[in-house]
């Protein structure tokens, strides 16, 4: 009768554990002969194509990483999901946009070319402006937010600043919407940086573009990345930063300025998610007020894969979830439009069956 | 001499804060549908597209401002400054200067013919005529002034030197005192007045779809509905307290139930509305199971993030090619045929009403024995700290998988009775804003509180529909609300009362010492 009672007891768990590994099982079995059939079997694609999709997902990967840290970061100070965090990138992405329309709309006539605007007549100059402008703005964002959205809560239960950030999240979107009008608008490149052109490599007797907006969001994403670490590994603010991370009270024992570190911290996210924004905006060249619901879901996606909290973890995962993204629809052999379904997918699988993600953050499971 | 300085200053500085709400508010254009509103009010509603009579924009902003001078002038006179009043002034002072100078400059580019819409969408050199009240830039900015500035000041002074917080306490005493009288108590507590009240409800849920037209019956059918999603969540989120944001799938699953059983294309089954009814509930519940499951170790915000992507995958799957042949696809499916109840088919809006009001009724019967009963405690012994419901014998797994079951259940005959009604549903009913909104009515009421949910729903879905000028600013409002309901008010505005037995102790009047001694004696 004991027996019998602790088996029924038990019984929910247990169907429950059982169930989640069928579904892992299957799900991994099921894209593992999906995979086999197209790489070995149709091959659909040349080379050339492959490599096309590595390139277009190295590129929007670097994008995701910079979001991905700015989540990292506010998950591993604060251990909250900011999640009005993609709408920060979003209101950068406008940010640059106003720039690059401003500066169009600047003459700077020369000798040769009377009606020149300054966009063109500069224009790393003025993709530079809108680096800074974009950055700027989202940074100002991201302060905002902390200091009206979060700080009161500081000390509330979990859910409640989850509940307040979804609210910001929904309210910057409609106040740009209501701002700046719903349409879709083609993002200002200067002639040189049209979207589309780059230099073309020969693979696999095909030719491959290497757009010059690519490798300038890439690189510049990389830089920024790098520039990152340093902050967070070498100076006093990461040092305070990593302080405030691992224990508030006792780093504002040892007089470290706690809300200004948040405060920072926040800037600091929200001037890599508003360049993340330029860049988007450059490279895929639309820009509206949803646009930053996605990359923001997609960017907590890596975050989670490359392990929450942890800053080289939303790195690779940034780059891994772009990767995969291009990659997985074709070498799964399914619809393009299901791209993001399996960015999900990725997202819910590796919640449900490694929590602590890749890089592995080292007290995820007492937070969850 | 330096306390009047202090009340100046203090407010100027609560004024920053409301010059920026007022420009942010002349940005998005809501100056125009505020006074459309106001106008309404009045009975002389603009046609649609155009602008109210100038006037009632003033008004908008002379309200605006005497809300701003009484609030800024009571925190003055709480933290003790001398003349209060002057914080009205300067506060609204500071935001009309600011407007001022907008329209000034607004007023006089528009004058040279510049046009900013595309920048700044709302600017439209009517709405900027609007602005400065049809007068030059010069006048319009110096009518503006005035009107923040005197209407604030004034508010300030009325606080000052009327007495409304001692009239106030007087109406809150009588008030007090005839809701806490013997024979109003003991009227309150027969069995009767019940009745009563329950007879009053059924009388006007009968009467109410036939008198007040088909556009009342649309929006109170659609808050009918959310008031069904509500509960639902109220269940997942209010008691057991595991944020889902994906809640819209089950309401999903209810609808294409619904559709797929009963619609000409894609399949022409036809089954009719009540086996759909019940599949579409059991399907919903079984879906709510099911990614119960797998999700049951997570808390927090991790379950928030992972329903949220069942939520868009399944939204996914519905829009894409994938599906077509099955779900319609992008398209969605039209012409679902309507219930029809021995040979009497519900095809009016009055029908459809009816059917919504026994199923919330139904709903709310069974919500409310649900949390009273001992399911109930334990989901909240769960929601209030898990590990110890646990350590004193809850069984979490199976509680949570409950409720994820029941709710789903809840929103899947909402599902059913939304596509039933629209004869419609598609991909674009089923988004994450679906999910957003009921979450929001949910925490908007109350969490865990069943009086909550009706409140949140009408007040989120039915007041949009009545104050519809203000439609486009909606979501605005919604995300707003929910930071500032987080952080002055988390307990929601109907917060769920601890049962208890005793009878609750009447708040004392102050001023009335015998009044409390013949309390205590009764008590």
Redesign the interface.
Known sequence: MTALTSVS?KT??L??RI??SA?GILVVFWMAVRAYNVLFIDQPYGTDTWVRFAISGLIIGGMYALIAIGYTLVYGILG??NFAHGEVMMIGTFGGY?ML?ALEATPAPTPASPDLNFLNAHPLLSILLAFLVGTAVASLTGYFLEK??YR??RN?P???????A??????????VQ????PQLRDYTNPDVLARGIGWSINIAGSNVMITYTGVLSFSLSIILMIGLYVLVKKTRIGRAMRAVAQDKKTAALMGVDVNAVISRTFIISGALAGAAGVMWGIHNGLVYYFLGFVPG?KA??AA?LGGIGNIPGAMVGGLVLGLVESIGPAALG??F??K??IA??I??LV??FR?SGILGAASVEEK? | MKRNDSAFKSGLRSGSTFTIIVL?LV???FNASGSALLARLFGQAPLSGQLPPVVYGLVFLALLAIWQGASSTIASRHKGFHVPWLSGFSSTGLAGLVLAVFILVFGSLYQGGADF?R????LSPAYIKFLSADQSPVNGALINLFVLLIAGGIAGLAVVYLPFGKLWKQVKVTWLRFWNMDANRSLRASRYFKFGVYALLVLFCFFAPRLWGSYWNYVFGLVGIYVLLGLGLNIIVGLS?Q?V?GYVAFFAIGAYTVALLNAPVPHNLMWGFWPAVVIGILLAALSGF?IG??????????L???T???G??IR??L????LTNFTGGPRGIQDIKGPSLFGFSFSSDVDFMYLIILAVALALFIASRLQNSRVGRSWIAIREDETVAQASGV?T??YK?LALALGAAFAGIGGVLFAARNQFTGPEDHVLMVS?NV??LV?VGGMGSIPGVVLGAFALKGLPEILRELA??R??A??????V???AR?QGLWPVGRPSLQRPEPESPPDKPEESNREVTHG
């Open positions: 007891f929910p768990q169907v429950a169930i989640r579904i909250m999901i106003f329309e009206i959205a009161p809560l509330a979990r859910l409640v600043p989850l509940i307040s979804i609210g910001a999240s929904i309210f910057l979107q409609n106040a209501l701002l700046f009008s879901i907590f996606t989670v399914i619809d439009q299901l993001d379904v999900f997918l997202l819910v919640l449900i929590p969850l | 942010f940005l998005i254009g819409r920048t700044l969408y709302a307290g944020l944001l099911l499951l797998p999700i049951m170790r997570l808390r927090g915000d991790y928030a993030i992972v949220l992507g069942f868009e995958i996914v799957l829009k894409s090619d994938l069984n797994t199976r998988l957003i979450l929001s925490i486009n600013y979501l605005l919604f995300g707003a609300l929910l930071v309901m987080m952080i988390p």
